[in-house]
């Protein structure tokens, strides 16, 4: 079936470094792209959005960057700090559905 | 704070029981969508309301039903409850409807069914 997955379960990166966090899709009629983070207790807040028709989309510390040959998806922190350590998720939409991917747990060491 | 709110925050009730999740949207967004969060099974996608419609159905049992009233809230009903059913539920909302449309999460309703 259709799925969003993620490579890597867990993320530990040093304070100021930069962190990238993947993500892979298997549906290519998706046309939105989201990534959240999710902190202890909290619900998911959006960070960043991209569109099929874009292949780069950049905010403030983070990119987001599309690959549909691949059907790849990332999310890239620059100089990552302690507040960034969350879950992350990466979603994505096709009409009103909405698929989560497990979710990546960044740690951000002092 | 997303604008989001959902109550009660936390819920403890028995198998078989029946309770009732409430979720206000931020002002001036017409879309509600809630969302189950367990440890098993990730952040699964139960059902959407557009303007007090159903819009969109995803992994939602037929012991748990929702609705969205005039007002623009909506209720989530989960019925005959079971252990499984143990989770957050979050609920988010969105100005419009479909792609393309941000939505911004409330803090979550933790459910124990014991």
């Known amino acids: 079936g259709e799925s969003v997955g993620l490579h890597l379960p867990t993320l530990s990166v040093q304070e100021g470094d930069n962190s990238i966090i993947n993500c892979a899709y298997s549906n290519s009629a998706s046309d939105y792209f989201i990534w959240y983070k999710q902190e202890s207790g909290k619900g998911p807040q959006f960070i960043i959005d991209i569109r099929s028709n874009m292949d780069k989309r950049q905010g403030q510390r983070v990119t987001v960057l599309l690959n549909k040959t691949v059907k790849h998806l990332s999310l890239q922190i620059a100089a990552t700090q302690p507040g960034d350590s969350a879950v992350y998720f990466c979603a994505e939409t096709s009409y009103d559905k909405v698929i989560f991917g497990p979710g990546t747990s960044l740690s951000v060491i002092p | 704070d997303s604008g989001v709110t959902q109550t009660p925050k936390h819920l403890i009730t028995a198998t078989g029981q029946r309770v009732t999740l409430r979720c206000s949207p931020r002002?001036?967004?017409?879309?509600v969508y809630w969302y189950q969060q367990s440890l098993d099974q990730g952040l699964q996608f139960l059902i959407q309301y557009y303007n007090g419609e159903e819009r969109a159905k995803g992994n939602i049992l037929e012991r748990f039903s929702a609705q969205q009233f005039p007002d623009l809230h909506s209720e989530l009903n989960l019925s005959s409850l079971e252990l499984g059913d143990s989770a957050l539920y979050f609920c988010?909302?969105?100005?419009?409807?479909?792609?393309?449309?941000?939505?911004?999460f409330g803090p979550g309703t933790r459910l124990t069914v014991l």
């Open positions: 988010a909302s969105s100005v419009y409807s479909g792609s393309s449309n941000t939505q911004y």
């Open positions: 002002s001036g967004d017409l879309s």
